[in-house]
């Protein structure tokens, strides 16, 4: 049944009601003939049959389309979250990565400048050679350990030797034992740079530096440590 003919019959059928209460109630010629409740019935199933049909299913596929446009709408905000976190952590990962290398070449630099410092500190001593003296100024004595050192790592290296010995290649620890500039403990170490290590400060300077680049690396690394511990 259409709209059309399902208003048509409602209002029919109010119509015969209302036609046949009229003549009752002229015929009654009492209140029971009022048309009144005959409307107002008519007008209801008239408001009824005014529903289109295939109202409800409109309204249900719209439905169905909004909770699958929102389901999208969050899944895309879902997905878009994701990603965005991936990314953040991916970039967390790559600059942990290029840091670690980083601290890793850093690192190598100051082991190969280490290693060079070492070698042309060798090189340096091998090459030293100073005519034996009887006695030597502390000004002769800077002189020998500045050539011998290098001036990269003098300046620690004259740090030590100056707590150490004031620059006193004769300085001798009654205690200890300790003897020379660097204060060898036993003395006799020294010998391994040369015969002449009591009267020879270029022999004791040689000794020292070796020493030093041997257990700290350098003379740098040496006086690092002794000043944490006030030896070394």
Not at 71 to 77: I, R
Not at 91 to 99: G, L, Q, V
Not at 145 to 166: D, H, L, M, T
Request: a negative charge; charged letters at 20%; proline letters at 3%.
């Amino acid at each position: 049944m259409t709209r059309i003919s399902v208003r048509g019959f409602a209002v029919a059928s109010a119509t015969a009601v209302t036609t046949v209460g009229a003549v009752v109630g002229v015929a009654s010629g009492n209140e029971q003939g009022s048309t009144e409740p005959v409307e107002a019935t008519a007008a209801d199933a008239t408001l009824l049959a005014d529903i289109p049909v295939g109202q409800q299913a409109q309204v249900q596929t719209a439905s169905l389309t909004q909770q699958a446009d929102n389901a999208a709408v969050a899944a895309d905000a879902e997905a878009r979250q994701a990603a965005a976190e991936a990314a953040r952590k991916q970039a967390a990962a790559d600059a942990k990565a290029k840091r670690e290398a980083a601290e890793k070449a850093a690192k190598e630099a100051e082991e190969r400048e280490k290693r060079a410092q070492q070698q042309a500190a060798s090189r340096s001593a091998e090459r030293a050679d100073f005519p034996a003296q009887s006695s030597y100024s502390v000004a002769e004595v800077k002189a020998m350990a500045q050539q011998i050192v290098g001036g990269g790592q003098f300046q620690c290296f004259s740090n030590i030797v100056e707590r150490e010995s004031s620059w006193n290649y004769r300085a001798e620890n009654p205690s200890s034992g300790a003897y020379g500039l660097v204060q060898a403990l036993p003395a006799s170490k020294m010998s391994s740079a040369g015969a002449d290590w009591r009267t020879n400060p270029a022999t004791q300077i040689k000794w020292g530096l070796n020493y030093m680049n041997d257990r700290y690396g350098s003379p740098c690394g040496a006086w690092e440590f002794w000043q944490a511990n006030h030896w070394y």
